[in-house]
């Protein structure tokens, strides 16, 4: 069964730091690039950070470049987030999603997805 | 960045009924275009990518048209586990966005 779990968050004061991860099983880990997408309490879905399959591209939203790091280790089948300088804003529920490869190759489109961490920045 | 605009933001419709949803990107976006279903408590689930394609498992009520800025998601006969949120994503431009969602209500 494909699946992917995420772990690592909780509540945090503003500025400080947290890592989420994702453990990703039942397909090739590192065929795939992987994402980052989170959802505020109530609100709908913001993409925040994408990683190919080797690391080589590393896209971020502008609301989150400079403080947040996506990385993975594909020996682990294992997808990160560091999240530096938090903000009260960066309080949401937070899924990783692997993308869709179809006949003509990866789209940039997320068929699975975690059940994600809730990380609660307050003070 | 391509805002994505869905309309409406609700949606009542009685089982059996049609509904259509639309969604509006600022810029073109071709056909790289998607929508997912959220159910609450629950990960959003893909429905339809490149417009038009359902995704493996989608039953056939769900349908997807529409190229450019102008995309609508039909649910042709509404089924009770169909009443959920629904969001559109492009995937055409850096940074991938989502429209806000239209929440589809049992009448």
């Known amino acids: 069964e494909v699946q992917l779990v995420e772990s690592g968050g909780g509540l945090v004061q503003p500025g400080r730091s947290l890592r989420l991860s994702c453990a990703a099983s039942?397909?090739?880990?590192?065929?795939?690039?992987m994402h980052w997408v989170r959802q505020a309490p109530g609100k709908g879905l913001e993409w925040v950070s994408g990683i190919s399959w080797n690391s080589g591209s590393t896209p971020y939203a502008d609301s989150v470049t400079g403080r947040f790091t996506i990385s993975r280790d594909n020996a682990k089948n294992s997808l990160y987030l560091e999240m530096n300088s938090l903000r009260a804003e960066d309080t949401a529920l937070y899924y990783c999603?692997?993308?869709?490869?179809?006949?003509?190759?990866?789209?940039?489109?997320?068929?699975?997805w975690g059940q994600g961490t809730m990380v609660t920045v307050s003070s | 960045e391509v805002v994505m605009t869905q309309s409406p933001a609700a949606l009542s419709v009685s089982p059996g009924e049609r509904a259509t949803l639309s969604c509006r990107a600022s810029q073109s976006v071709s056909s790289n275009l998607a929508w997912y279903q959220q159910k609450p408590g629950q990960a959003p689930r893909l429905l339809i990518y490149g417009a038009s394609t359902r995704a493996t498992g989608i039953p056939a009520r769900f349908s997807g048209s529409g190229s450019g800025t102008e995309f609508t998601l039909t649910i042709s006969s509404l089924q009770s586990e169909d009443f959920a949120v629904y969001y559109c994503q492009q995937y055409n431009n850096w940074p991938r966005t989502f429209g806000q969602g239209t929440k589809v209500e049992i009448k």
């Open positions: 039942g397909f090739t880990f590192d065929d795939y690039a």
């Open positions: 999603a692997k993308v869709l490869k179809d006949r003509s190759g990866q789209k940039g489109v997320f068929d699975i």
